[in-house]
């Protein structure tokens, strides 16, 4: 089963039996990102510097990458606005439809519960582990090993680079010993060249609306 970047980060997050979400802001960022890489990668938008332009409004197939494209159609209504105003926007968003995405695919069950009897919480526990754990030795055979990666892949380790979310991606590595490595596929010659650019300025724009969101909450 081919899910998508987003999912993938999601995938990462969720601790398998509990369901509970780790690093939930900084995944929060990268599954943002991971859905506009994914419209970059299928030709709907382009990223130029600081700024999102809607190049199609073709449906792609996939439900969750549509509705975010029907969502940036009407954000942007034919002006050209600031990529970290949309992450912004979406971080938590995003985070909520990629959940659901999952459930629909029974990669994960949702499962409600109350804290004390009153506050309402959602876990994600696996129901399929079967696509994480391809995922896991897809990212090993990578970073810790000296496979060559394909786009996708490479996209996905840049963008768990710029959120810093090492210890989610390899458990028990330090973030240390991954960085130089995750670094160099980012900066890869792994895709044409308008794509890496349109990735970095994605990364570019997520280590932004991150500082200044611990900014503001400082």
Do not use: N
Request: glycine fraction near 6%; charge should be neutral; charged fraction near 25%.
């Amino acid at each position: 089963m081919e899910i998508t970047l987003a999912e993938e980060i999601t995938l990462l997050c969720l601790e398998d039996e509990s369901g509970a979400a780790r690093q939930r802001q900084s995944v929060g960022w990268a599954v943002a990102g991971g859905l506009l890489v994914e419209l970059v990668l299928a030709e709907r938008i382009a990223v130029s510097g600081k700024h999102l332009e809607l190049t199609s409004t073709e449906p792609t197939g996939d439900a969750l990458l549509d509705a975010r494209l029907a969502a940036l159609e009407t954000w942007l209504r034919g002006r050209r606005r600031r990529v970290t105003d949309w992450l912004t926007r979406e971080h938590s968003r995003a985070v909520t439809a990629t959940l659901e995405s999952l459930t629909a695919r029974g990669l994960v069950v949702e499962e409600r519960h109350k804290v004390l009897g009153l506050f309402p919480v959602r876990r994600y526990p696996e129901a399929d582990g079967t696509v994480e754990r391809a995922l896991r030795a897809r990212l090993d055979s990578v970073v810790l090993g000296d496979a060559e990666p394909d786009e996708r892949t490479a996209a996905l380790v840049a963008l768990i680079h710029s959120a810093k979310l090492h210890r989610l991606a390899f458990p028990g590595r330090r973030p240390a010993e991954l960085r130089a490595r995750t670094g160099e596929i980012a900066a890869g010659e792994w895709a044409a060249a308008a794509v890496r650019a349109a990735i970095r300025d994605v990364q570019v724009a997520m280590l932004a609306a991150t500082a200044a969101s611990a900014a503001a909450v400082s």
